[in-house]
């Protein structure tokens, strides 16, 4: 096996300049919280543990290392957060005597997870998970390391933020028969959303690594994670089960994201108002079929919506005859003014007999108006020189909608004909960590309040996460440095690296002085880590006294 001493346990590559990574920056002398296992612990004599990459619900993940294969690899530890921890001294788990039960029940739910994910490995969709190791009392996942981009990401990176039908086609149909495979072995995903949906360089979409049922089920012991727009009714504590169509509402919900290019409201909140709407510029865009698939996964209540995937994939590859009837049954999910665009086809000759009789009645009546016009001016039945009372109308008021939170975009505001008929929008843009670019995360006037009409509401859109370039600060004093790079918005953290005599004390190593490294954009805020040379260090022989050569 390779020695992995030397190799950092982030990428694992070879460290050729100290502690901290010439090719990630990350600084092997940072240790891994000790609720967690220790960076270079090994795991069935073969599988080392890196960094601590993302922690979830019901586990850990870990950058590892494959010493057998010498690749990097994911471990995904089992570890349900606020039941199980881990003393200092060892790596055995500690369970809370209260939640011994529950553990054991989401252990195995974890066992069968990522065996019938090993067993499904030959899926286009699936994340490949080649060994499941026991030991410290839990279990560990062992997923190979593939290079992908979440959907979110490329979404937002896209141009228009969203994509067409025959792009996302591509796209999600494969993903459908991983899921199906999952619901046959007994296992609902729970967290399907646009951050767990990756797209791999081939160009496939596979299934990231995900959390058991349990932990998508704010029922159970475990801690809840809320995805609004994507989580299902039936994952709140209520009357409602989780099942599969529980999938089948988050999997819709991401295609409508993928499609519209806003998430979709949240469950709760379509509880009151259960109308999807789609902009109308965007809507003519999608095939009526796969509108209609849309509606009947994203039901509100499970027993309305799509059962099976097999029926949801019928829905989404419909045949013409379906399309042409899903084309007058869904016109409902148009935004006002978007119905009446589109003509029947199959009866041109009736269509041409319509339009004609639509015209003789609007010329009659144009005429019919035009003689009343002249009757009231002239005919002298009324006096024009006397003043006319008029009784003003009374000022229509309006509930403020809640704008914040639905994943509504600025053009989701400017399409909407209603809304703009009673109010006043105005938009600006400001940085936030928290919501993704183009969403509106803000409003001036609180959602619920009845205001009048032409009421003037501004709408905050989220400039997306502030980023800065990281400045060049070698050789600088630490005093110096940390003002510069403070005054950008980083957040400064040091590691002391060793002085020859030949360096200023406190001053920014020459080399390699910062992770993330000089020139690289990074988000305002983010901490940047620099290497500060120490003070020089002396050693003093001790005296040798005479008692001491003596013994």
């Given at each position: 096996m390779r020695d992995f001493d030397n190799l950092c346990a982030n990428c694992w590559e070879e460290l050729t300049e100290g502690s901290v990574c010439a090719e990630c920056g990350y600084d092997n002398n940072t240790q891994n919280d000790s609720i967690n296992l220790k960076i270079k612990t090994l795991l069935a004599d073969k599988y080392v543990v890196g960094k601590v990459i993302k922690v979830e619900s019901d586990s850990v993940t870990y950058s590892g290392y494959d010493g057998q294969i010498e690749k990097p690899i994911y471990i995904r530890e089992f570890f349900p957060k606020g039941i199980a921890s881990r003393f200092d001294d060892g790596d055995e788990i500690h369970v809370r005597q209260k939640f011994v039960n529950e553990?054991?029940?989401?252990?195995?739910?974890?066992?069968?997870?990522?065996?019938?994910?090993?067993?499904?490995?030959?899926?286009s969709a699936v994340v490949p998970v080649y060994?499941?190791?026991?030991?410290?009392?839990?279990?560990?996942?062992?997923?190979?390391?593939?290079?992908?981009?979440?959907?979110?990401?490329?979404?937002?990176?896209?141009?228009?933020?969203?994509?067409?039908?025959?792009?996302?086609?591509?796209?999600?149909?494969?993903?459908?028969?991983?899921?199906?495979?999952?619901?046959?072995?007994?296992?609902?995903?729970?967290?399907?959303?646009?951050?767990?949906?990756?797209?791999?360089?081939?160009g496939k979409v596979h299934l990231a690594p995900f959390p058991i049922t349990e932990a998508s089920d704010k029922a159970t012991a475990l801690e809840f994670t809320e995805n609004e727009g994507y989580t299902a009714l039936e994952q709140y504590d209520n009357k409602h089960r989780i099942c599969a169509a529980t999938?089948?509402?988050?999997?819709?919900?991401?295609?409508?994201?993928?499609?519209?290019?806003?998430?979709?409201?949240?469950?709760?909140?379509?509880?009151?108002?259960?109308?999807?709407?789609?902009?109308?510029?965007?809507?003519?865009?999608?095939?009526?079929?796969?509108?209609?698939?849309?509606?009947?996964?994203?039901?509100?209540?499970?027993?309305k919506r799509v059962k099976t995937v097999d029926d949801f994939r019928e829905l989404l590859d419909a045949a013409p005859a379906v399309r042409a009837k899903a084309a007058v049954e869904h016109e409902d999910v148009y935004q006002e003014g978007a119905k009446g665009g589109y003509p029947d086809y199959d009866?041109?000759?009736?269509?041409?007999?319509?339009?004609?009789?639509?015209?003789?009645l609007v010329i009659l009546i144009v005429?019919?108006?035009?003689?009343?016009?002249?009757?009231?001016?002239?005919?002298?039945?009324?006096?024009?020189?006397?003043?006319?009372?008029?009784?003003?109308?009374?000022?229509?008021?309006?509930?403020?909608?809640?704008?914040?939170?639905?994943?509504?975009?600025?053009?989701?505001?400017?399409n909407n004909g209603a809304w703009n008929e009673q109010f006043k929008?105005?938009?600006?843009?400001?940085?936030?960590?928290?919501?993704?670019?183009?969403?509106?995360?803000?409003?001036?006037?609180?959602?619920?309040?009845?205001?009048?009409?032409?009421?003037?509401?501004?709408?905050?859109?989220?400039?997306?996460?502030?980023?800065?370039?990281?400045?060049?600060?070698?050789?600088?004093?630490?005093?110096?440095?940390?003002?510069?790079l403070e005054e950008l918005g980083f957040k400064v953290s040091t590691v002391a690296v060793y002085?020859?005599?030949?360096?200023?004390?406190?001053?920014?190593?020459?080399?390699?002085?910062?992770?993330?490294?000089?020139?690289?954009?990074?988000?305002?805020?983010?901490?940047v880590i620099l290497q500060v040379y120490g003070e020089v260090e002396t050693t003093t022989a001790p005296a040798v006294t005479e008692s001491a050569e003596t013994e």
């Open positions: 553990f054991a029940r989401y252990k195995k739910s974890f066992f069968n997870l990522w065996t019938t994910m090993q067993k499904l490995h030959n899926l060994d499941l190791v026991e030991a410290n009392g839990t279990y560990y996942a062992i997923i190979e390391k593939t290079e992908s981009v979440p959907l979110r990401e490329y979404l937002l990176r896209n141009e228009e933020g969203y994509i067409s039908w025959d792009t996302a086609r591509l796209m999600f149909m494969p993903v459908l028969t991983t899921i199906e495979a999952l619901h046959s072995n007994g296992i609902v995903h729970g967290s399907i959303t646009p951050d767990n949906l990756v797209l791999c360089r081939d999938d089948i509402y988050s999997f819709s919900a991401c295609i409508y994201r993928a499609l519209v290019g806003a998430n979709p409201p949240s469950a709760v909140s379509r509880e009151a108002n259960d109308k999807l709407m789609i902009p109308n510029t965007i809507a003519e865009k999608i095939p009526m079929h796969v509108i209609k698939a849309l509606v009947g996964g994203l039901q509100v209540y499970p027993e009866d041109a000759k009736g269509d041409k007999k319509r339009k004609a009789v639509v015209w003789v005429a019919a108006i035009a003689a009343a016009v002249y009757v009231v001016q002239f005919s002298g039945l009324i006096d024009n020189n006397k003043d006319n009372t008029t009784t003003s109308a009374p000022i229509k008021t309006h509930q403020v909608p809640n704008f914040v939170g639905a994943g509504y975009t600025q053009s989701d505001i400017e929008f105005t938009f600006q843009g400001e940085y936030s960590s928290d919501t993704e670019e183009g969403i509106i995360f803000k409003q001036s006037v609180n959602a619920g309040e009845t205001v009048d009409e032409g009421t003037e509401i501004i709408l905050t859109v989220s400039k997306g996460i502030q980023t800065q370039t990281v400045p060049d600060v070698r050789g600088l004093t630490l005093e110096d440095a940390t003002k510069q002085n020859d005599g030949t360096h200023v004390a406190n001053t920014v190593k020459n080399t390699d002085a910062s992770a993330p490294a000089a020139g690289s954009i990074a988000a305002v805020g983010e901490e």
